[in-house]
Structures are given as C-alpha cells and as structure tokens.
T-cell receptor, first 113, second 113 residues
Framework: AQSVTQLDSQVPVFEEAPVELRCNYS??????LFWYVQYPNQGLQLLLK??????LVKGINGFEAEFNKSQTSFHLRKPSVHISDTAEYFC???????????FGQGTELSVKP | KAGVTQTPRYLIKTRGQQVTLSCSPI?????VSWYQQTPGQGLQFLFE???????NKGNFPGRFSGRQFSNSRSEMNVSTLELGDSALYLC????????????FGEGSRLTVL
C-alpha cells in the first residue's frame, strides 16, 4: 500500500527566507508525485508534478521539488518566500489508479513579515 | 475555460438526513473524483468516475455513493448523515484520471448538527 508522510505539520518562516517542506512516501511500485497548495476556503491547486525524467521539477510561483528515489523523498523548496505563500501544502502520490491520489497530512506554511 | 464548479458551497443538515452534492467538471474532462477533507483525517479519496462508470473506490461505508452523467457531471450522495460526516467535500476532474494531475473545485462544506 502507498502512504505519504509530511514530516512537518507547521512551518513558520520569515518573508524572503528560504523554505523546505519535507515529504516522504512509500510504495512498492513506480509512482507519480505531486505537490498541491490550498489557500483558505479554496480547493487544491497543483504546484508541480513528477512523472518521469529529470528529478528536479520546477513548478508555479517559484517552487521546485527534487525526487529522490533512494530516499523515497520529494521535498518542496523555495529560495525566497512571500507573505502570499502562506497556505497549506499537500504532498501526494499515485500509482496511476485512475483519479486516486494518496495525500499527506499537509504542512501549514506561515510566512511572517 | 471554466473551472470545476461545485454546488452548493455550504450546507447544514441534521443527523439522519441525506445530502446530494453536485460537481460540474472542466469541459472535456471525463474523469471526476471525490475527496473528503477533515481536520482529523485529512484528505481521503471517496471514489472516481470515468465515462459514467465507477472506476475506483475508497474505504468509505455504503452510505456514500455517487454517479456520473453522460455530460460528465457528477453527484455524490450521503445518506443517514452522522456528525462525523461534517467535512469539506472536494470534487476534482481530469481528462482521463491518469497521471494524477487533478483540477479541484472549491468544495462543498457540509455541517451535520
């Protein structure tokens, strides 16, 4: 069975500082990996995805993530955060079972001025 | 292109009642998935429909059901509501349901009293 662990439930950070949100997954098969963001009272929006190819994936809003197969990790990074990045971030995995994503518990990123 | 539309956005029901939630996917998308989001359990997959057929199902009791129409619009129904059914119900659509890139609606927030 697949599972996703987001290692930090809350990450406070000051504006313009770098941030890393950690995600580890477990799966016995090849997977696709994703990061989604959820702003208050909204649905989820795709930040970036890893399907195959280069292990460094760039997404929207300046975010990037690196797929590390040996460590089964897919950490999300941004070199300089803004107040507007305050949101909840979800790591997710699928083994291509048609519309089914397994989500981590989420990491609440709080950017302070 | 219009995004995923969910109705109603907010609703309040009492225990024992039933509820029907509606989802209109992005035009051309044939896969519709449903997720339940709660503070305690996080995001959990309910089911996925593709071309009017349920293709995948999560671990929810039979009180939770859904269907998809020929125009890809989908509904989910919860019968005999329990307090624990209070949640944000998210609908997501995608062209085929594979690769995991889902487009989410803003959700229907259900409160059961």
């Amino acid at each position: 069975a697949q599972s996703v662990t987001q290692l930090d439930s809350q990450v406070p950070v000051f504006e313009e500082a770098p941030v890393e949100l950690r995600c580890n997954y477990s799966s016995s098969v090849s997977v696709y990996l994703f990061w989604y963001v959820q702003y208050p009272n909204q649905g989820l929006q795709l930040l970036l995805k890893y399907l195959s190819g280069s292990t460094l994936v760039k997404g929207i809003n300046g975010f990037e993530a690196e797929f590390n197969k040996s460590q089964t990790s897919f950490h999300l990074r941004k070199p300089s955060v803004h107040i507007s990045d305050t949101a909840e971030y979800f790591c997710a995995v699928t083994d291509n079972q048609g519309g089914k994503l397994i989500f981590g518990q989420g990491t609440e990123l709080s950017v302070k001025p | 292109k219009a995004g995923v539309t969910q109705t109603p956005r907010y609703l309040i029901k009492t225990r024992g009642q039933q509820v029907t939630l509606s989802c209109s996917p992005i035009s051309g998308h044939r896969s519709v998935s449903w997720y339940q989001q709660t503070p305690g359990q996080g995001l959990q997959f309910l089911f996925e429909y593709f071309s009017e057929t349920q293709r995948n199902k999560g671990n929810f009791p039979g009180r939770f059901s859904g269907r998809q129409f020929s125009n890809s619009r989908s509904e989910m129904n919860v019968s005999t509501l329990e307090l624990g059914d209070s949640a944000l119900y998210l609908c997501a659509s995608s062209p085929t349901g594979y690769t995991g890139e889902l487009f989410f609606g803003e959700g229907s927030r259900l409160t059961v009293l």
